[in-house]
């Protein structure tokens, strides 16, 4: 039982354009949300989180989007440059300091 | 954020054996966990190491296959145990700090490969 999807296996941004890159989630219990970016022979490096408290939270060229009544968050990248080319994966967790639940990863290839 | 390292990087091991996995920390954390990623695949828990007592282990995970261990508050080890090919991923160890335990950090990851 997948509880946490990312069905866009792929994304491929013009530098320059905004990267969209989506998650759904079926457990109602999770209340806080991570995404992580993920470079090949390298852990993943966290990069922002929102609590279900929240719809919105915004760090740099980073944002998350929470749509609790959809089960649906995404993640806005804004504008996108080469270095942002990764695999990149939502993460859910009933409590902080919990397990996460990971999705598939999608990858964002940047290009020039 | 906490620094992590982990040890190996990688390795190559043969069917039946047995590898061990360290995760060093340079700072106290409350929870430390360990998560797999199989090729083409997602990271999975694995386990919560707990300071002091045993792992709690998650569905499909057994000690008998991935005993851990935490003696203190910045190291923990995981063995993959009677290695098969099956057991091919990476192996990552990931934090929760005292201050900020509102994220996980990841160490780098163990690259292993069964033959």
């Known amino acids: 039982d997948q509880q946490v999807k990312q069905n866009s296996p792929s994304l491929s941004v013009q530098e320059g354009r905004i990267s969209i890159l989506n998650c759904d989630y079926t457990?109602?219990?999770?209340?806080?949300f991570l995404w992580y970016k993920k470079y090949p022979a390298e852990g993943p490096t966290f990069l922002i989180s929102i609590s279900s408290i929240k719809d919105k939270n915004e760090d740099g060229r980073f944002t998350v989007f929470l749509n609790k009544s959809a089960k649906h968050l995404s993640l806005h990248i804004v504008p996108s440059q080469p270095g942002d080319s990764a695999v990149y994966f939502c993460a859910a967790s009933v409590r902080k300091a919990q397990k996460l639940v990971f999705g598939q990863g999608t990858r964002l290839t940047i290009n020039p | 954020s906490a620094v992590i390292s982990q040890k190996p990087s990688r390795d190559i091991c043969q069917r039946g054996t047995s590898l061990t996995i360290q995760c060093q920390v340079d700072?106290?954390?409350?929870?430390m966990f360990w998560y797999r990623q199989q090729p083409g695949q997602s990271l999975t828990l694995i386990a919560t190491?707990?300071?002091?007592?045993?792992?709690?282990?998650e569905s499909g995970f057994v000690i008998d296959k991935f005993p851990i261990s935490r003696p203190n508050l910045t190291f923990s080890t995981l063995t993959v145990s009677n290695m098969s090919p099956e057991d091919s991923s990476i192996y990552l160890c990931?934090?929760?700090?005292?201050?900020?335990?509102?994220?996980?950090?990841f160490g780098p990851g163990t690259r292993l490969t069964v033959l």
């Open positions: 190491a707990n300071q002091g007592s045993e792992a709690t282990y």
């Open positions: 457990n109602s219990m999770f209340d806080y």
């Open positions: 700072s106290q954390v409350t929870m």
């Open positions: 990931s934090v929760e700090e005292w201050v900020a335990a509102d994220t996980q950090y």
